[in-house]
T-cell receptor, first 113, second 112 residues
Framework: NAGVTQTPKFQVLKTGQSMTLQCAQD?????MSWYRQDPGMGLRLIHY???????DQGEVPNGYNVSRSTTEDFPLRLLSAAPSQTSVYFC????????????FGQGTRLTVV | LAKTTQPISMDSYEGQEVNITCSHN???????ITWYQQFPSQGPRFIIQ?????VTNEVASLFIPADRKSSTLSLPRVSLSDTAVYYC?????????????WGLGTSLAVNP
């Protein structure tokens, strides 16, 4: 049982480059979300989705796009990377919005230089 | 203002009971309080979730007073492997929406 799979685990980008962080889950969860984690700031919600074809903004959505074409996949796109987007990114899924529990991926450590 | 507050760090010794409290004024009436554990270079992992009074599972207990303005995660007889960061997660009503707010985490160090 793979759970939530994120790729890549590490990435270095130059300012202005674009990339997509991949997230896939095999638990048939409707709710998926992306967080960023920065020292001293905890986990902050970027975007979330309550089902295929439905996405919404979280607390810090600027600079990021998402789409949800299937239940399993929820990619996060950085259109033009900035140093402020250097962070660790986590994807999570759950049956509902955090209930009964959310399952997290292993994270992607992104550095923008 | 929706906010959760938990201690930044705690120290303990193997075999002791550890209690971590999270304060969360004005949380959503019908929402759960959830606690997660995170090890370095890993995603958070669900520990326990509760709505009121006391919940116990195989790894922890969660105490929630009647006013639900705080919650206490209790780890019985901690071991070195319990060294991790512990987060509380609560929901707040934000207009017509529900907003999930994470605490900033409590770094627990268990010493031999």
């Amino acid at each position: 049982n793979a759970g939530v799979t994120q790729t890549p685990k590490f990435q270095v980008l130059k300012t202005g480059q674009s990339m997509t962080l991949q997230c896939a889950q095999d638990m048939n969860h409707e709710y998926m979300s992306w967080y960023r984690q920065d020292p001293g700031m905890g986990l902050r919600l970027i975007h979330y989705s309550v089902g295929a074809g439905i996405t919404d903004q979280g607390e810090v959505p600027n600079g990021y796009n998402v789409s949800r074409s299937t239940t399993e996949d929820f990619p996060l796109r950085l259109l033009s990377a900035a140093p402020s987007q250097t962070s660790v990114y986590f994807c999570a899924s759950s049956q509902m919005g955090g209930y009964p529990e959310a399952f997290f991926g292993q994270g992607t450590r992104l550095t923008v230089v | 203002l929706a906010k959760t507050t938990q201690p930044i760090s705690m120290d303990s010794y193997e075999g002791q009971e550890v209690n971590i409290t999270c304060s969360h004024n004005n949380i959503a009436t019908n929402d759960y309080i959830t606690w997660y554990q995170q090890f370095p270079s890993q995603g958070p992992r669900f520990i326990i979730q509760g709505y009121k009074t006391k919940v116990t599972n195989e790894v922890a207990s969660l105490f929630i007073p009647a006013d639900r303005k705080s919650s206490t995660l209790s780890l019985p007889r901690v071991s070195l492997s319990d060294t991790a960061v512990y987060y509380c997660l609560v929901a707040f009503n934000a207009g017509n929406n529900r907003k999930l707010i994470w605490g900033l985490g409590t770094s627990l160090a268990v010493n031999p």
